[in-house]
């Protein structure tokens, strides 16, 4: 994918051409910017490539992080598909620890469970009912650069009738996932000194589906040759609430593994081997094995650049500390809208510019010291020799996980709090956000 110049015009009319921003991609992030933009006044359109309800590859859990965000778009989360839960469960080394999410000023004292099927067109919906116009079946296929300046100015891309059309604005968001095509054709391409990892989920019928905890394996246990194997990689088994288990597993590049794992393999090894109660059985799952890439602690920078915002994993905004998306698609697209709306509302291309390259300074002002120290704790997770000493003296201690809950999930009150937040706040801040 290149710049390229305009094609001959279509037969459509201006005003289905242009706007204030387009948006490339209605995941979380895009939709979510869509929706902030919308509600503030600008002509926002968001080209999706494929259209709703789709699947995506996702634990399928919201943190409170998350639904925080969902409360701010004005999301009803308490009916029908909402599932509910009450903090983690972390097992390993021996243990079984259940850790409530903190009670907290800032996020509420709840997570959530919805599957991405649909989470995404909720979403979706949310923005065009806002005021944004979304086009499904829509593939962008280049950014179009302004000659003079090499300025993005909008984007050519196939309708769903395979026509090639321009649309054009002053701004453009990349939110078009880890791949971000619009990215790598103008040369912002992934950092090999960030964390990239891999998940693998599926979903099977389970009398665990109603599960109000979202549990968190540690080590993955292989027993299927008559003597217990650790696997390299973390696990996960969440209830959807609708009769099914979302179980999974990650897997970092900082385990030697990383490149040699045959990732389905691992997670039929890994659920053969629990309770046959729990019914984690090829019989009872219900669709394939999907795999997805991680792209962690902004492994692509920079997020603004030439008219062309980076949000969710086209910017490598997953935390490194506990694999999340979600919550930071959607606060970096809130993020962006924010500073979208305040740049277009400059009179002049030099100020509207001055404050565009205010997103990426926020961005690392918000999470560059947390992210810095989530690929500490990559590097160190990969390492078994920690990860079997951690679990086995680190999850009996309740308070210590408390704190690592807090601190894997980013949950802390930013100006007052317990000490525990006063700690992993001011190592926050302390650490380099390069």
């Not at 099977?204 to 394996?217: I, N, Q, V």
Request: with cysteine; charged share 25%.
């Amino acid at each position: 994918m290149s710049a390229t110049a305009p094609p001959p015009p279509t037969e459509r009319g201006t005003a289905d051409l242009e706007a204030d921003v387009i948006i490339v991609g209605a995941g979380p992030a895009g939709s979510t910017a869509a929706c902030h933009m919308a509600r503030s006044g600008l002509d926002v359109l968001v080209l999706e490539k494929t259209a709703f309800p789709r699947e995506k590859v996702c634990g399928d859990g919201l943190t409170p992080r998350a639904v925080k965000q969902l409360a701010a778009l004005g999301v009803p989360f308490d009916g029908p598909g909402w599932i509910p839960n009450k903090g983690l469960r972390i097992i390993g080394g021996g243990a079984r620890l259940e850790l409530p999410w903190p009670e907290l000023a800032e996020y509420p004292g709840h997570g959530l469970v919805r599957t991405r099927y649909d989470f995404d067109q909720i979403l979706a919906d949310h923005a065009r009912a806002a005021g944004a116009k979304i086009l499904e079946r829509t593939t962008v296929q280049a950014p179009l650069l302004d000659p003079r300046t090499d300025r993005v100015q909008g984007v050519v891309a196939k309708d769903p009738a395979g026509e090639r059309v321009v649309y054009r604005a002053p701004l453009v968001v990349a939110a078009d996932g880890n791949s971000s095509r619009l990215s790598v054709a103008l040369g912002i391409r992934k950092r090999d000194d960030r964390p990239m990892g891999v998940a693998v989920r599926t979903y099977f019928t389970s009398p665990r589906h109603d599960d109000d905890y979202l549990e968190s394996w540690l080590e993955l246990w292989d027993s299927s040759s008559g003597k217990d194997v650790l696997l390299p990689g973390y696990g996960w088994i969440f209830g959807v609430g609708d009769g099914t288990s979302n179980v999974g597993l990650g897997i970092l590049n900082s385990t030697a593994a990383f490149q040699d794992v045959d990732y389905r393999r691992l997670l039929r090894r890994w659920t053969e081997s629990m309770p046959a109660e729990w019914g984690f059985t090829e019989e009872n799952r219900t669709g394939p094995i999907r795999g997805a890439a991680l792209p962690m602690g902004f492994n692509r920078t920079p997020h603004y650049t030439r008219g062309l915002m980076l949000v969710g994993d086209a910017g490598g905004m997953v935390n490194p500390f506990n694999g999340e998306g979600i919550a930071y698609a959607m606060e970096a697209g809130a993020i962006a809208a924010e500073v979208a709306v305040q740049a277009l509302s400059r009179p002049t291309v030099q100020t509207r510019e001055r404050a565009l390259h205010r997103y990426p300074d926020i961005l690392s002002d918000v999470y560059g010291g947390y992210y810095t120290l989530g690929r500490y704790f990559v590097k160190m997770i990969g390492n078994p020799d920690f990860m079997k000493y951690a679990t086995k003296y680190g999850l009996p201690q309740r308070t210590l996980m408390k704190f690592a809950l807090k601190m894997l999930a980013n949950l802390t009150e930013p100006s007052r709090g317990d000490a525990m937040d006063r700690v992993i706040n001011g190592l926050s801040r302390m650490a380099p956000a390069a």
